[in-house]
Nanobody
């Protein structure tokens, strides 16, 4: 099991950038694939991005490809989500989650979840 805490959310204007952080504690951080998901009001939770244990493998949702970048620092037990060119459609609560599988968009294989951080983008 690993405990995850997200931070870095906030309220920004369209076109701005934010960097989210996901700090982990508990079991060896480098054992886990980390994914980011988001849930907008009235919508289902959706996959955003995921990164492999080593950081060499990444996958992205089509909606964020080219704008968001996921990275990790295993020495600090932290995963980052750099979000550029934000739009109102990016408004959501963002969650990070840990999986023992390789990078995947399937939320069911992520067993440990953080509490989320709110991102609000106004036009």
């Amino acid at each position: 099991q690993v405990q995850l805490v997200e931070s870095g959310g906030g309220a920004v204007q369209a076109g701005d950038s934010l960097r989210l952080s996901c700090a982990a504690s508990g079991r060896t951080f480098s054992s886990f694939t980390i994914g980011w998901f988001r849930q907008a009001p009235g919508k289902e939770r959706e996959f955003v991005a995921a990164i492999s244990r080593s950081g060499q493998g990444t996958i992205y949702a089509d909606s964020v490809k080219g704008r968001f970048t996921i990275s990790r620092d295993n020495t600090k037990g932290t995963v980052f989500l750099q979000m550029n060119s934000l739009t109102p459609e990016d408004t959501a609560i963002y969650y990070c989650a840990a999986s023992l599988t390789g990078p995947t968009s399937v939320s069911a294989v992520y067993k440990d979840w953080g509490q989320g951080t709110q991102v609000t983008v106004s036009s």
